[in-house]
């Protein structure tokens, strides 16, 4: 994905340096009134983001992947029939979690750029115990339909990964019925990688594993870390030492967010995808991920033949100081990823890549 050299730097080229400055600050103890007050209000607007109510909504401390095992750790039962969809690395990925928690996994697979068939996905099993899909597939640059998932899900639980959907576009959990939620923050939220915004709905925690096959991750003990999983005004215990650095990092970039206002930061991720995309096909390049369905924070693009896909990006991080990613999996090779997130997704970002891009390839050439 695309970044300067310094991520999240507070350099002249992030306008937006609350995230990494808070970082910088003094450190507060874990218990201090005041740390606890920051991570009250972080699980306030986390809910924001979210688009939820839950009580239960707090930043777990460790990165999106354990808000996967979160989710599935604490609601997957022996033998539970999870239908989950796969369109990308990160759906597989969903497959051999929940298979490692007891599920009997029915994945249903569907070509890499292309959207979750909501059908397809809703007639796999009869009755499945859980639903389970990813909002933004991050290994194709594609955005599936949640909602309509949602709207089908029958008594199933929909667990719904939004690590790089989350304040880049979209995201509505209550609306769309999703259940249980999990995020990142390294992504649209423009703070350091390290905490995964995790939501669970009161339907989820009512048929939650009574002693999961996690500690760490076992939200009945995580109630008390945040006060009753972040229940407002719930009695708290010491469960394990809060990243307060982070907490605080995540605090200062959610002000920010919405302050900016959420509606304004998607279309702001909007029009800079936008602008990208339409430039690579101006260039000629043939995007990856299907038409109508490609997310604005993260582009794919078809390494054109006879290009080597490798020499391009270490001329873009060598000579333009800027990184895109390899393709995933298969397309290891064929594919670009361009990532336009958080305080990158401004034009001024995408017209940098396009032309760093078109020297890159004319040095290729
Ligand atoms: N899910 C998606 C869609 C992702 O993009 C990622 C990471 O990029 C993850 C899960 C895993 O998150 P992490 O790498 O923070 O553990």
Same mark, same amino acid.
């Given at each position: ?12 080229? !992030? &306008? ?8 910088? +600050? ?29 009580? +239960? ?12 095992? #979160?989710?599935?750790? !604490? ?10 969809? /796969? ?53 194709? %640059? ?10 089908? @899900?029958?008594?199933?639980?929909? /667990? ?26 390294? @992504? ?31 939200? !009945? ?10 229940? @407002? ?13 982070? /907490? ?6 959610? #002000?920010?967010? =919405?302050?900016?206002?959420? &509606? ?15 430039? =690579? ?7 990856? #991920? ?28 060598? /000579?333009? %100081? ?14 670009? +990823? ?26 290729? %050439?």
């Amino acid at each position: 994905m695309i970044t300067e050299r310094h991520l999240f730097g507070p350099g002249p080229s !992030n &306008p937006y340096p609350e995230a990494t400055d808070a970082l910088a +600050r003094p450190l507060l103890g874990h218990l201090d009134p005041a740390f606890l007050a920051i991570m009250d209000e972080a699980c306030e607007m986390l809910r924001t983001v979210w688009g939820t109510t839950n009580a +239960r909504t707090l930043p777990i401390s460790a990165t999106g992947s354990a808000g996967m095992e #979160a989710a599935f750790v !604490n609601t997957v039962h022996d033998g539970d029939v999870v239908v989950v969809a /796969v369109n990308g690395l990160f759906g597989q990925r969903m497959c051999d979690v929940a298979a490692r928690c007891g599920a009997e996994v029915v994945a249903v697979e569907h070509g890499w750029g292309q959207p979750v068939d909501v059908d397809r996905v809703l007639s796999a099993h009869p009755s499945p115990a859980i639903i389970a899909a990813v909002h933004a597939e991050t290994s194709t %640059g594609v955005r599936s339909d949640i909602a309509a998932l949602g709207a089908g @899900k029958g008594d199933a639980l929909l /667990v719904t990964d939004a690590v790089t959907s989350i304040a880049g576009i979209e995201l509505a959990a209550d609306d769309w019925g999703i259940d249980v939620g999990y995020a990142g923050t390294q @992504k649209c939220l423009g703070v350091a990688p390290g905490l995964a915004p995790f939501t669970i709905g009161d339907r989820a925690f009512e048929r939650r594993v009574e002693k999961p096959r996690s500690w760490y991750l076992d939200l !009945n003990l995580l109630g008390g870390y945040v006060g009753e999983a972040g229940v @407002k005004g719930g009695g708290r215990t010491y469960h394990h030492t809060a990243p307060v650095a982070m /907490v605080v990092s995540l605090h200062a970039a959610l #002000a920010r967010i =919405l302050d900016e206002s959420l &509606p304004a930061v998607w279309a702001r991720h909007e029009d800079a995808g936008r602008r990208l995309q339409d430039g =690579l096909e101006a260039m000629g390049l043939e995007l990856f #991920a299907a038409e109508g369905w490609r997310l604005p924070e993260l582009t794919t693009v078809k390494v054109p033949d006879s290009v080597d896909s490798a020499a391009v990006r270490r001329h873009l991080l060598e /000579v333009h %100081g800027l990184e895109i990613g390899a393709g995933a999996g298969a397309y290891a090779s064929t594919v670009w +990823r361009i990532g336009l997130m958080g305080h990158n997704a401004r034009p001024d970002a995408a017209l940098l890549v396009l032309a760093a891009l078109e020297d890159a390839l004319a040095q290729a %050439g």
